[in-house]
């Protein structure tokens, strides 16, 4: 039989697709190929996920060893770095939002689950998340709300113990817990965060704790925080942990206002300029970036800051001193302060200076040399306390809530705080309701 010709027209199109055929085989080829020529070539990925590299799959982990060596290899394909960003990029330009973080699973306890069982979310504990308007968020904050190790009645109940410990003692004092920038700038959170829910439960049970103890030593540093955020403030930084220079001073002006108003209503806050730090977050994220802050002062004319110092007596573990001299319109807080607090004091101390007559900065008891000899360091923090006429205790939301041993509201702490405050002159029974 004679071969009838196919029309030009249809072999013209065959020889099309045959060219796409061989040009799409060549470009998948590539792509297959290039990761594993450019590790023969030298090239390693690098962690840029805020989390280590997934650890090699094991033969005892069953059929959950093909997830793990998927997991294992996908995270050392050396163009990976390359193709994060790219997914960011494009994720940005085409959404205005970042991707959705990547997740691992595990339990979560009944401190975010309504019913009070056992659920599975993400695991926040190792992430950087990232919101709108490019403000970064510590997923620790989440992994601490939703998977409380400790309850919040615990805690609540050691706030209240030293507070009235602090009173009974005959001590001015004002007790801090500053929240987690999550729970301030809700409304730059990610979309669809699973655990946005019980994180904020979680918080309203904590921050409605503290305020139902109905103490005055307890500081409600949160609706300051609140309403300084409503007011269109950003409290927090937008690539950091911390507050701003403007909520620093906010969560500050609170506590002076409490042990002595006189000081806080002579202290205006006054703009003194702009200055770039590097965001702690974008350092945990694996790419160092700096973001503005707008620096605020406590105006005080006619105040003398007096020269400061420290002691270093553990070596890394340092006692900052604050002194200054006021004047009739313009007082500063009487007395011998002793302020116990983590990095939120610590960056607060410059605006600290013209408000004190005698200031010595203690700091958190989890801190490097207090971990390795924690009976000298508690020994210091019991000092401090019992020669101050005004003690302030700080924790950050995530710390305060938690059972860390080195935390102040670690029970045996508060029990050693106690018994030392009844030693102090002027104690009367502790612990009255």
Request: proline share 7%; charged share 25%; glycine share 8%.
């Given at each position: 039989m004679a071969r009838v010709p196919l029309p030009r027209r249809i072999t013209d199109s065959l020889r099309r697709v045959g060219v796409l055929r061989t040009l799409t085989g060549?470009?998948?080829?590539?792509?297959?190929?290039?990761?594993?020529?450019?590790?023969?070539?030298?090239?390693?990925?690098?962690?840029?996920?805020?989390?280590?590299?997934?650890?090699?799959?094991?033969?005892?982990?069953?059929?959950?060893?093909?997830?793990?060596?998927?997991a294992f290899f996908t995270d050392r394909v050396p163009v990976r770095n390359a193709?994060?960003?790219?997914?960011?990029?494009?994720?940005?330009?085409?959404?205005?939002?970042?991707?959705?973080?990547?997740?691992?699973?595990?339990?979560?306890?009944?401190?975010?689950?309504?019913?009070?069982?056992?659920?599975?979310?993400?695991?926040?504990?190792?992430?950087?998340?990232?919101?709108?308007?490019?403000?970064?968020?510590?997923?620790?904050?989440?992994?601490?709300?939703?998977?409380?190790?400790?309850?919040?009645?615990?805690?609540?109940?050691?706030?209240?113990?030293?507070a009235l410990g602090l009173r009974a003692a005959g001590k001015r004092a004002a007790i801090v817990i500053v929240p987690d920038k999550s729970g301030i700038e809700t409304e730059l959170l990610p979309k669809d965060l699973p655990e946005r829910g019980?994180?904020?439960?979680?918080?309203?049970?904590?921050?409605?704790?503290?305020?139902?103890?109905?103490?005055?030593?307890?500081?409600?540093?949160?609706?300051?925080?609140?309403?300084?955020?409503?007011?269109?403030?950003?409290?927090?930084?937008?690539?950091?942990?911390?507050?701003?220079?403007?909520?620093?001073?906010?969560?500050?002006?609170?506590?002076?206002?409490?042990?002595?108003?006189?000081?806080?209503?002579?202290?205006?806050?006054?703009r003194t300029g702009t200055e770039r730090a590097q965001g702690d977050l974008t350092v945990i994220q694996g790419q160092p970036a700096e973001g503005p802050d707008e620096i605020y002062r406590f105006a005080r004319p006619g105040v003398t800051v007096l020269p400061g110092g420290q002691l270093d007596p553990l070596g890394g573990f340092p006692l900052f001193h604050l002194a200054a001299t006021g004047t009739r319109a313009h007082p500063v807080v009487p007395g011998r302060t002793a302020w116990f607090g983590d990095s939120f004091t610590e960056r607060a101390l410059p605006q600290m200076e013209p408000l004190f007559a005698d200031l010595w900065r203690v700091p958190e008891l989890t801190r490097g040399p207090a971990r390795e000899r924690p009976e000298e360091a508690l020994g210091l923090v019991l000092d401090q306390f019992r020669q101050?006429?005004?003690?302030?205790?700080?924790?950050?939301?995530?710390?305060?809530?938690?059972?860390?041993?080195?935390?102040?509201?670690?029970?045996?702490?508060?029990?050693?705080?106690?018994?030392a405050l009844r030693e102090a002159p002027g104690a009367q029974a502790t612990e009255r309701r």
């Open positions: 060549v470009v998948g080829l590539v792509v297959l190929l290039a990761p594993v020529i450019l590790w023969a070539a030298g090239e390693r990925a690098t962690a840029v996920e805020n989390r280590p590299f997934a650890a090699r799959p094991a033969l005892d982990q069953g059929w959950e060893a093909t997830d793990q060596a998927t193709a994060i960003d790219l997914r960011r990029t494009v994720s940005d330009r085409l959404f205005g939002e970042p991707p959705p973080p990547a997740a691992r699973s595990g339990p979560v306890g009944a401190g975010g689950a309504a019913s009070g069982g056992t659920r599975y979310v993400q695991d926040r504990s190792l992430q950087v998340l990232e919101g709108r308007e490019g403000t970064l968020f510590f997923g620790e904050e989440f992994a601490r709300a939703c998977r409380p190790d400790a309850p919040t009645s615990e805690t609540l109940e050691q706030v209240r113990r030293l019980c994180a904020a439960k979680a918080r309203q049970e904590r921050f409605d704790g503290l305020r139902r103890l109905g103490l005055p030593e307890v500081v409600d540093v949160q609706s300051d925080l609140l309403r300084l955020r409503r007011s269109g403030v950003r409290p927090y930084l937008r690539l950091d942990t911390h507050v701003s220079s403007r909520g620093s001073a906010t969560f500050l002006a609170s506590v002076v206002r409490r042990l002595d108003p006189r000081v806080a209503r002579s202290a205006p806050l006054e101050a006429e005004n003690v302030v205790v700080e924790l950050v939301e995530r710390t305060a809530f938690g059972r860390a041993k080195g935390s102040i509201f670690y029970p045996p702490t508060v029990d050693r705080i106690l018994a």
